[in-house]
Nanobody
Framework: QVQLVESGGGLVQAGGSLRLSCATSGRTSDSYTMGWFRQAPGKEREFVAGIRWSFGITYYADYVKGRFTIPIDNAKNTVTLQMNSLKPEDTAVYYC?????????????????WGQGTQVTVSS
Protein backbone atom coordinates (compact mmCIF):
# COMPACT_ATOMS: atom_id res chain seq x y z
CA GLN A 1 0.00 0.00 0.00
CA VAL A 2 1.01 3.58 -0.61
CA GLN A 3 -0.03 6.46 1.61
CA LEU A 4 -0.11 10.05 0.41
CA VAL A 5 -0.59 13.07 2.64
CA GLU A 6 -0.89 16.58 1.21
CA SER A 7 -0.09 19.77 3.07
CA GLY A 8 0.51 23.44 2.36
CA GLY A 9 -2.91 24.59 1.25
CA GLY A 10 -4.47 27.79 2.50
CA LEU A 11 -5.84 31.21 1.63
CA VAL A 12 -3.83 33.54 -0.58
CA GLN A 13 -4.53 36.70 -2.56
CA ALA A 14 -4.51 36.69 -6.34
CA GLY A 15 -0.96 36.94 -7.63
CA GLY A 16 0.44 35.21 -4.59
CA SER A 17 2.17 31.86 -4.19
CA LEU A 18 1.68 28.63 -2.33
CA ARG A 19 3.77 25.49 -2.08
CA LEU A 20 1.99 22.18 -1.72
CA SER A 21 3.76 19.07 -0.49
CA CYS A 22 2.80 15.42 -0.78
CA ALA A 23 4.51 13.07 1.63
CA THR A 24 4.61 9.48 0.43
CA SER A 25 5.07 6.34 2.47
CA GLY A 26 4.62 2.65 1.99
CA ARG A 27 5.60 0.71 -1.11
CA THR A 28 6.55 3.63 -3.32
CA SER A 29 8.98 3.31 -6.18
CA ASP A 30 11.04 5.63 -8.35
CA SER A 31 9.18 4.13 -11.30
CA TYR A 32 5.88 5.59 -10.11
CA THR A 33 4.29 8.57 -11.74
CA MET A 34 3.14 11.25 -9.31
CA GLY A 35 0.36 13.61 -10.23
CA TRP A 36 -1.45 16.61 -8.88
CA PHE A 37 -5.15 17.03 -9.56
CA ARG A 38 -7.70 19.56 -8.38
CA GLN A 39 -11.44 19.77 -7.97
CA ALA A 40 -13.33 23.03 -7.74
CA PRO A 41 -16.87 23.19 -6.31
CA GLY A 42 -19.38 21.86 -8.81
CA LYS A 43 -16.69 20.75 -11.24
CA GLU A 44 -15.01 17.48 -12.10
CA ARG A 45 -11.54 16.69 -10.87
CA GLU A 46 -8.91 17.76 -13.38
CA PHE A 47 -5.23 17.13 -13.98
CA VAL A 48 -2.81 19.88 -12.96
CA ALA A 49 0.74 18.52 -13.17
CA GLY A 50 2.71 15.31 -13.05
CA ILE A 51 6.19 13.90 -12.86
CA ARG A 52 7.80 10.63 -13.92
CA TRP A 53 10.68 10.28 -11.51
CA SER A 54 12.53 7.62 -13.47
CA PHE A 55 12.71 9.83 -16.59
CA GLY A 56 12.87 13.21 -14.88
CA ILE A 57 9.92 14.33 -16.98
CA THR A 58 7.29 16.80 -15.85
CA TYR A 59 4.05 17.69 -17.58
CA TYR A 60 1.63 20.53 -16.94
CA ALA A 61 -1.91 21.34 -17.93
CA ASP A 62 -2.13 24.37 -20.21
CA TYR A 63 -4.03 26.39 -17.63
CA VAL A 64 -1.13 26.22 -15.13
CA LYS A 65 1.85 26.07 -17.48
CA GLY A 66 4.35 28.79 -16.68
CA ARG A 67 2.87 29.33 -13.21
CA PHE A 68 3.09 25.94 -11.49
CA THR A 69 6.17 23.73 -11.27
CA ILE A 70 7.23 20.43 -9.75
CA PRO A 71 10.87 20.72 -8.69
CA ILE A 72 12.70 17.69 -10.04
CA ASP A 73 15.31 17.74 -7.30
CA ASN A 74 12.79 16.84 -4.62
CA ALA A 75 13.55 14.03 -2.26
CA LYS A 76 11.86 11.03 -3.79
CA ASN A 77 9.51 10.58 -0.86
CA THR A 78 8.06 14.08 -1.23
CA VAL A 79 6.39 15.66 -4.24
CA THR A 80 6.11 19.42 -4.23
CA LEU A 81 3.90 21.66 -6.32
CA GLN A 82 5.08 25.25 -6.43
CA MET A 83 2.19 27.52 -7.42
CA ASN A 84 2.95 31.10 -8.44
CA SER A 85 0.81 33.89 -9.88
CA LEU A 86 -2.29 32.30 -8.43
CA LYS A 87 -5.68 33.25 -9.80
CA PRO A 88 -9.14 32.99 -8.22
CA GLU A 89 -9.95 30.23 -10.73
CA ASP A 90 -7.18 28.13 -9.14
CA THR A 91 -9.38 27.77 -6.06
CA ALA A 92 -9.98 24.06 -5.51
CA VAL A 93 -9.13 21.05 -3.40
CA TYR A 94 -5.76 19.79 -4.60
CA TYR A 95 -5.00 16.09 -4.57
CA CYS A 96 -1.76 14.19 -4.85
CA UNK A 97 -1.89 10.85 -6.64
CA UNK A 98 0.47 8.00 -7.49
CA UNK A 99 0.34 5.65 -10.46
CA UNK A 100 2.18 2.41 -11.02
CA UNK A 101 1.78 2.67 -14.79
CA UNK A 102 0.45 5.46 -16.94
CA UNK A 103 -0.17 6.01 -20.61
CA UNK A 104 -1.15 9.67 -20.63
CA UNK A 105 -0.30 10.88 -17.11
CA UNK A 106 -3.34 13.16 -17.26
CA UNK A 107 -6.17 10.66 -16.82
CA UNK A 108 -7.60 10.27 -13.35
CA UNK A 109 -8.33 6.56 -13.82
CA UNK A 110 -4.62 5.82 -14.33
CA UNK A 111 -3.80 6.64 -10.72
CA UNK A 112 -3.87 3.94 -8.07
CA UNK A 113 -3.41 5.91 -4.85
CA TRP A 114 -4.80 9.25 -3.70
CA GLY A 115 -4.28 11.63 -0.84
CA GLN A 116 -7.11 13.23 1.11
CA GLY A 117 -6.67 16.63 -0.54
CA THR A 118 -5.78 20.10 0.67
CA GLN A 119 -7.85 23.24 0.13
CA VAL A 120 -6.42 26.15 -1.84
CA THR A 121 -8.42 29.36 -1.88
CA VAL A 122 -7.36 32.36 -3.96
CA SER A 123 -9.12 35.63 -3.21
CA SER A 124 -9.52 38.39 -5.78
Amino acid sequence: QVQLVESGGGLVQAGGSLRLSCATSGRTSDSYTMGWFRQAPGKEREFVAGIRWSFGITYYADYVKGRFTIPIDNAKNTVTLQMNSLKPEDTAVYYCAAAVRVATMTAEYEYDYWGQGTQVTVSS
